[in-house]
């Protein structure tokens, strides 16, 4: 059953957007809104709005992932936003929310897991 993203922080022509978009074309994944990260810079007052309503947080760099619980075990906030922001000084792309899931970076088992649930 396809699926459908709420929010989709994209970089066109970026080879880990490019997996994302591969992922989500196979499994008929559908999205809401799509911002162009190369034109909308994402800063940490847009994140902490990003932020409201959020539940948890998967933050994938390579083959390593970090989880947050914002609900249970909130982390200190210089932790969260390293998993976060990227050089720029924005948010890292790929970057999706889904319902109350924040998921930024890819990582092909954490979005299948995203994705089961």
């Not at 799509?34 to 940490?44: E, H, I, S, W, Y």
């Not at 914002?70 to 948010?91: A, N």
């Amino acid at each position: 059953m396809a699926r459908s993203i709420d929010w989709y922080y994209h970089r066109k022509g970026d080879a880990t957007c490019a997996k994302a978009d591969a992922f989500m074309a196979k499994r008929g994944i559908t999205v809401r809104e799509t911002v162009d990260a190369r034109k909308v810079k994402v800063g940490k007052p847009q994140i902490a709005q990003i932020l409201r309503g959020t539940h948890q947080i998967i933050a994938s760099k390579g083959a390593a992932t970090v989880e947050f619980n914002l609900r249970q075990d909130p982390p200190v906030e210089k932790l969260l936003y390293e998993s976060l922001i990227g050089p720029t000084g924005s948010l890292r792309a790929p970057a999706i929310r889904l319902g109350r899931t924040l998921v930024v970076g890819f990582n092909e088992d954490s979005w299948t897991k995203v994705f089961a649930a």
